[in-house]
């Protein structure tokens, strides 16, 4: 599957940011969903996963509450909504999507992900 993200950018703490992911070449609905991050100098990790169905949703402790992750299937597209942004938000973004999808399992590791998008870089000014 090919995975395109966008709708970062810049904005200031307390602000808010929509990230996209459009899917093809794959039956988008079979599989989980997630988006990790990666701040300068940090390794990537996990941000927020969605089963197939959009039924299950798993966050990291660091943005339940500010995040919401959702799935449009009849238009192949994962979104992101980001409120109350914060600096230590500031990281490039990317949409992975799982390598095998069952039930309403909505993966967390980066090695049960198959295919990743190119990432989309969002800025938190304070």
């Known amino acids: 599957v090919q995975l395109q993200a966008s709708g970062g950018g810049s904005v200031q703490a307390g602000g808010s940011l929509r990230l996209s992911c459009a899917a093809s070449g794959r039956t988008f609905s079979s599989y989980p969903m997630g988006w990790f991050r990666q701040a300068p100098g940090k390794e990537r990790e996990f941000v927020v996963a969605?089963?197939?169905?959009?039924?299950?949703?798993i966050y990291a402790d660091s943005v339940k509450g500010r995040f919401t992750i959702s799935r449009d299937n009849a238009k192949n597209t994962l979104y992101l909504q980001m409120n109350s942004l914060k600096p230590e938000d500031t990281a490039v973004y990317y949409c992975?999507?799982?390598?095998?999808?069952?039930?309403?399992?909505?993966?967390?590791?980066?090695?049960?992900?198959?295919?990743w998008g190119q990432g989309t870089q969002v800025t938190v000014s304070s």
């Open positions: 992975a999507a799982a390598k095998y999808g069952r039930g309403n399992y909505a993966p967390t590791q980066e090695d049960e992900y198959g295919s």
């Open positions: 969605i089963s197939r169905g959009g039924a299950s949703t």
